[in-house]
């Protein structure tokens, strides 16, 4: 499978979109954009879940490490808009509990 990663600001919310499957051999390239973003100053990001097939444990490592660098940094990132796949794997590892999820989009860039 295959990973396509879109990056877009709004306002001053970084909105990274994870279009297809992250996993053991996708997440490396998620995690350097997403660095990207850390490293360029980014204090507020939304990540988009909308077209993202699945999510292995691999991508949840990803989430967590972008939250802890986040909160280090007194920023704040949230997963939006996962699919019920998706959202059934945030519920069971009980990422819902750690990181903030929202439905869309919209309801994530109104949580900053």
Same mark, same amino acid.
Do not use: Q, W
């Given at each position: $499978?295959?990973? #396509?990663?879109?990056? #877009? &600001?709004? =306002? ?12 053991? =051999?996708?997440?490396? &390239?998620?995690?350097? &954009? ?10 507020? $990001?939304?990540?988009?879940?909308? =077209? ?17 660098? $986040? $909160?280090?940094?007194?920023? #704040? ?28 989009? #919209? &309801? ?5």
């Amino acid at each position: $499978m295959s990973l #396509k990663i879109t990056l #877009k &600001e709004i =306002n001053d919310v970084v909105i990274i979109s994870l279009i297809g499957t992250l996993d053991t =051999n996708t997440s490396p &390239e998620a995690e350097v &954009e997403i660095n990207k973003s850390l490293d360029n100053g980014s204090v507020k $990001m939304a990540i988009d879940l909308e =077209n993202t097939r699945y999510v292995s444990s691999a991508g949840l490592r990803i989430f967590l490490a972008t939250a802890k660098k $986040m $909160m280090a940094k007194s920023g #704040k990132v949230i997963l939006c808009h996962p699919n019920d796949i998706v959202k059934d794997i945030l519920h069971v590892s009980g990422f819902n509990t750690i990181i903030v999820v929202k439905a869309t989009v #919209k &309801e994530a860039l109104n949580n900053f």
